[in-house]
């Protein structure tokens, strides 16, 4: 029976070619090798691999900075070709598998590792790549004498001065090729009168020298934080700075603008409350004392002064929220029907965002926090969710290719962490939210977030600054709701009434509203036991907790738990991260002996504690090395300890196994340190001795080995001490 004219017979079941049980047509029509669910590794087929990708990058950035020796050029020309041959692989995994040369458990491996190796090696190429970029002359020697630049930068240091960064260095006698292209020089009390404006080029006459080196084997690094930012040289003056021009250019123009209206606020408002006001709102930090930073970081509220994620989030979802429920009231009206209000709200919110950024001065961390912001509002104008482990992972990968050194700081690994557990507990929040009154719920939720973030980001900041603050939380939570519904609205709606001169009242409302945040500060830094010294981590602890913590995340997924064999693996792993780091920051032990940089201290561990040579001198080398021997002590109390004896300038204590330790300071100290320099004795001196290695009888640290090992700790292995330097230790930028 034939069809009908114009329609096409149906070919019967038997007509089809149907591939024997396990094969699989190709698109073609012929049968190719067998696919099957079991033959594929289940993590091959899912399409949650993209937050993987800021960890490898991670990794290959880690990497860069664990490295004994920068890579020469053969070393990376083997690191490229490893690269361009992961790429290969990853890229010819399928086609290989389709041919049937391999299987296609094989080919998901291949593929797989092919790309988990090839961003590796783009991680690593990345932060070499940023490094020759920024690379500028260091200033090897001490200097003296005219200093002349533009003013690009003033805050100020730890011990309240104010510091002035320059560019364009113009040094007395120093070849253009040796002069840094940046200098910071703090400014003591009788050179700290009318400050110059930013933009401004100034001359004045005071010391410098190079970046210093860690305060001890392991310590903080602050070369390479000189080396990012462009610092070729810090040093100090004693004399006010001269102008020489004044600013040029539209740019500068703008700063000005931005110190103005921080100034603006500053008289405005009055007080700590109206620098802290004024930092939130323009990034100028200049106005805040010593004292209020001691006390905020005290209560755990030092990172509300800093400008980050939390107030260009908040920023834009005040602005956010404003905008929808404005367009929503237009809709209500009969009026842009059509328009997308979430979008146009979305794009608004951005705007404000980038405007925050350049009020802010657009500091690193403002800069990181707007990438995270303008990625979660793009979220929303591409119909995704705005918060998820994969705009999260959008927003690390942006950040890592823009400035891949920020991983390395803790305002991004402290960032991602809150954000990451944020994110984590949404879903369960979601599952009990609607089981409660609606009343309990905000209360709740802040309660439940500020713990939540408080606990990811605590070992994180116990680590970089040796400290735990115990009532942290209960700061959090009776400051970061007025953060939220007073202080940022408030400056917003100063911002746009200023042009119009009504910014007054808003500026009222955020002035109490810091002054909310100072007294809580204030209180709870005077609460018995808030702060908790920690000893300091050995540099594997701080890798092992954040690979550790992220294996954890990407292989627990909903739904999904444990099941399958390449998650469980990597959930292992991870937990085995954690634990070793754990292990490893619980077991460690700190130094017998330190010795300072330039020989100017020396502390001996005690029973009591670390016990100082000397009262006075390498104060903030002292400081350092008591907090993070997890000390609370002053110098001079440390000094009391017992433990040393002898002169003010000859100081002596017992190591063991019958070694000593003889400290020389002063005038004349390098003449002693020579006459001592006896078997089973380390001698330190803050002057040549002129001993050379073939008439030592001594381990000696005068002036001119210091120079060159920098800081220096020394244990007791057996019988004879193990000696440890900066030098051998870290690796020197440049």
Request: positive net charge; charged residues 15%; glycine residues 10%.
């Amino acid at each position: 029976m034939t069809a009908p004219a114009g329609i096409r017979p149906v070919p019967s079941a038997s007509a089809v070619p149907v591939p024997p049980p396990g094969l699989a047509p190709s698109r073609t029509g012929t049968i190719r090798h067998p696919v099957t669910r079991r033959s594929r590794p289940a993590i091959a087929g899912r399409a949650g691999l993209f937050p993987w990708v800021p960890v490898c990058l991670a990794a290959g950035i880690s990497a860069w900075f664990a490295l004994p020796e920068l890579p020469t050029w053969w070393q990376w020309l083997a690191i490229a070709i490893t690269g361009l041959i992961a790429v290969a692989a990853s890229c010819l995994a399928a086609p290989l598998a389709e041919r049937g040369r391999i299987g296609w458990r094989m080919a998901d491996m291949l593929r797989l590792g092919g790309l988990v190796t090839a961003l590796i090696v783009a991680g690593t190429v990345l932060i070499g790549l940023r490094s020759a970029h920024v690379a500028a002359p260091i200033l090897k020697w001490r200097y003296y004498g005219p200093i002349e630049g533009r003013l690009v930068e003033i805050d100020r240091s730890a011990r309240d001065r104010f510091r002035l960064t320059l560019d364009k260095i113009v040094l007395e006698e120093v070849d253009a090729s040796q002069t840094p292209h940046r200098v910071r020089v703090s400014l003591t009390d009788t050179a700290s009168g009318t400050l110059p404006q930013l933009g401004q080029r100034i001359s004045l006459t005071g010391h410098l020298g190079p970046p210093p080196g860690p305060a001890s084997p392991g310590s903080f690094d602050f070369r390479w934080h000189a080396w990012f930012s462009g610092l070729g040289a810090v040093g100090y003056s004693r004399q006010p700075a001269v102008s020489l021009a004044p600013p040029s250019g539209g740019t500068w123009k703008m700063h000005r603008a931005r110190i103005a209206i921080s100034q603006k606020i500053q008289q405005r408002i009055g007080g700590q409350e109206g620098a802290v006001a004024a930092a939130l709102m323009t990034g100028d930090r200049s106005g805040i004392a010593e004292a209020t930073n001691k006390i905020m970081r005290a209560s755990n509220l030092y990172h509300i002064i800093s400008i980050s994620g939390l107030h260009m989030g908040m920023l834009a979802g005040f602005v956010y929220a404003a905008m929808r429920y404005a367009m929503v009231g237009l809709q209500a009206t009969g009026l842009a029907l059509a328009l997308p209000a979430h979008k146009i709200a979305a794009l608004v919110a951005m705007l404000a965002a980038a405007i925050y950024l350049w009020l802010s001065g657009g500091g690193v961390a403002t800069e990181r926090a707007f990438v995270m912001v303008a990625v979660m509002l793009g979220a929303i104008l591409a119909d995704r969710r705005a918060i998820s482990l994969r705009t999260v992972a959008m927003a690390a990968v942006a950040i890592l290719i823009y400035s891949p050194e920020a991983l390395v700081t803790p305002g991004f690994q402290m960032s991602f962490a809150a954000t990451i557990a944020l994110i984590l507990i949404y879903g369960p929040w979601s599952c009990i939210a609607p089981h409660l009154p609606f009343w309990l719920r905000p209360v709740i939720m802040l309660l439940l977030t500020s713990l939540v973030a408080g606990m990811a980001t605590a070992p994180i900041a116990a680590a970089h600054f040796n400290q735990m603050a115990h009532y942290g939380l209960l700061a959090n939570l009776l400051v970061v709701p007025v953060m939220g519904t007073l202080v940022m609205p408030a400056g917003v709606i100063a911002a746009l009434l200023a042009p119009f001169g009504l910014a007054d009242p808003a500026l009222w409302v955020m002035g109490m509203g810091t002054a909310w945040m100072l007294q809580v500060a204030e209180f709870i830094a005077g609460l018995g036991g808030s702060v908790t010294p920690v000893v300091l981590p050995p540099a594997p602890v701080l890798p092992l907790m954040g690979f550790g913590a992220a294996l954890l995340v990407l292989c627990w997924r909903p739904g999904t738990g444990l099941r399958r064999l390449p998650l469980l693996a990597g959930f292992a792993a991870g937990a085995a991260m954690l634990a070793t780091a754990a292990a490893i920051w619980l077991n460690t032990g700190r130094p017998l002996l330190l010795i300072a940089p330039e020989g100017e201290a020396a502390g001996l561990m005690t029973p009591q504690g670390r016990a100082m040579s000397k009262p006075s001198g390498g104060s903030f080398t002292v400081r350092t090395w008591l907090r993070e021997d997890g000390d609370i002590a002053t110098q001079q109390q440390s000094a009391e300890r017992p433990g040393w004896s002898g002169d003010r300038n000859m100081r002596h204590a017992a190591l063991p196994n019958g070694w000593q330790v003889w400290h020389f300071t002063g005038k004349g100290s390098g003449e002693r340190a020579a006459a001592a320099c006896l078997p089973k004795r380390i001698v330190i001196a803050t002057e040549r001795t002129g001993l050379t290695t073939s008439n030592q009888r001594c381990l000696l640290f005068d002036l001119y080995a210091l120079r060159y090992s920098g800081a220096v700790t020394i244990d007791f292995d057996s019988a004879e001490p193990v000696v440890r330097t900066v030098a051998e230790t870290h690796r020197s930028p440049g």
